[in-house]
């Protein structure tokens, strides 16, 4: 079962979405990624820790999806990660949540996100990182590999532009998120305009700031993992050609996590994807390891339950 309901975050009205667990359960607060929204690949994942006995919430970042916010599609790593706390502050004070011990899920550059957050919070009971983007720099580089020079040196050039429309007081020069090989975006490797269309639901918008590869190039929440005290799961991706998996098996060490591995790409983890199923099965056997008490449901049968889910929404 599910209900939506709204919290603030720096007097911003954010949309989310609670699927209740069992009475007195933990809650786990999934934070999504680049200009992702709540109904964009998220609710998959949440309905199945829910089937797992756990809460879940799903929410909009400001100025995405559902939420409120100005201006629109414009990526801020700090506005996001405080959307974040305010999600997991709002969560606990949902009906039958037990308010001392929040998980938090991110996947992409919400992986990311959930540490910074997680080392800032004394109620973080476990963290669980999924195809994490932790070194902004280490993205950088990864993407000399798989981009030509000019394609980069464009993107970089309407960064700088939007950037400075913006100190102006002037909106940001737009970009999409996803294109194909060749033409302009945030991501445009081979796939991944399929893959990103495959989970966008109604909400998500194929637009985004150009300045989002400068604000990305200052994402480094790898420093933090070593300040990580709780159980940490980190599910990399071998062939993720977007956020690169040395640098989150690296913080992974760092932060003495747990690692899962996937013969896979960067999008192959969410649901209809290949292993969409082991990722969640992985999760939920993390998480009922570290919380002994969860309502003994079968993971597996929880797993299953998301694709089965998806398919119904067509």
């Not at 999924?130 to 720099?137: A, K, T």
């Not at 062939?239 to 192959?268: C, I, W």
């Not at 390891?289 to 119904?312: C, H, N, Q, Y």
């Amino acid at each position: 079962m599910s209900r939506v309901f709204d919290f603030t975050s720096a007097d911003v009205r954010c949309a989310a979405t609670h699927f209740a667990g069992a009475d007195g359960a933990p809650v786990v607060i999934l934070a999504h990624g680049l200009a992702g929204t709540q109904d964009s690949g998220m609710w998959p994942f949440a309905e199945a820790f829910a089937a797992a006995g756990l809460h879940a919430v799903t929410f909009d970042y400001r100025g995405f999806g559902a939420s409120d916010g100005q201006p629109r599609q414009v990526v801020s790593i700090a506005g996001q990660v405080a959307d974040l706390h305010a999600a997991a502050d709002a969560a606990k004070r949902l009906p039958g949540v037990d308010p001392t011990r929040v998980v938090l899920w991110g996947i992409s550059l919400g992986g990311g996100h959930v540490v910074s957050a997680a080392t800032q919070r004394t109620d973080v009971a476990a963290v669980v990182s999924v195809v994490p983007m932790v070194d902004g720099l280490a993205a950088a580089r990864l993407a000399t590999k798989h981009h030509a020079p000019g394609q980069l040196l464009a993107s970089t050039g309407r960064g700088l532009t939007s950037a400075v429309r913006r100190r102006a007081g002037r909106g940001p020069v737009m970009t999409p998120v996803v294109g194909r090989p060749g033409q302009p975006g945030a991501l445009t490797l081979e796939g991944a305009y399929e893959d990103y269309l495959a989970i966008a639901g109604p909400t998500w918008r194929n637009e985004i700031a150009a300045d989002v590869v400068l604000e990305l190039g200052t994402r480094a929440p790898s420093n933090a993992a070593a300040s990580l005290r709780v159980p940490w799961l980190v599910q990399v991706a071998d062939f993720d050609r977007s956020a690169p998996p040395q640098a989150a098996m690296k913080a992974a060490f760092a932060g003495r996590a747990e690692v899962r591995h996937y013969p896979g790409d960067h999008f192959d983890l969410f649901s209809g994807k290949p292993f969409h199923g082991p990722a969640v099965r992985h999760a939920i056997h993390f998480l009922r390891r570290t919380f002994s008490d969860l309502v003994a449901v079968d993971s597996s049968e929880a797993g299953d339950a998301t694709d089965a889910v998806e398919a119904v929404r067509g």
